[in-house]
């Protein structure tokens, strides 16, 4: 991916986990510090930590606060981001590499949770 958020901000995103279907981001910064522009798939976001953010891109800015424990969707969208809060940032990203559903005629998958 062109501005792949690990690339551009290695010390802010490692990848989580990862498989065919997902990529899982986790993303950590301090009050005060700026991402360098990068991208974003479609995408959920789950809040570990509250925190107040500035989100830009072409010259228009969105600030955005959030509590500790949200879910909310990320349409794929270029962006930079900036901690404008007095507390640390801690989220998760689910990044969506494809819409595909299981069919009928698909072989059954194990119920739960795996690791791949």
Known sequence: MANDPVETNPENY???????????LEYT?????????????????ITLSA????ISSNGNSVEVELPAGAARWLPA?????ENIGETDTHTFFVELKDSARPSDSEAE?????SET
Not at 36 to 44: K, M, Y
Request: proline share 10%.
């Open 14 to 24: 490692r990848v989580a986990f990862e498989n065919e279907r997902v990529r899982v």
């Open 29 to 45: 910064d301090s009050p005060g510090h700026t991402t360098t522009e990068h991208n974003h798939p479609d995408s959920v976001m």
């Open 51 to 54: 925190f107040r953010r500035r």
């Open 77 to 81: 969208q270029h962006h930079s981001g």
């Open 109 to 113: 998958e194990p119920l739960g949770p």
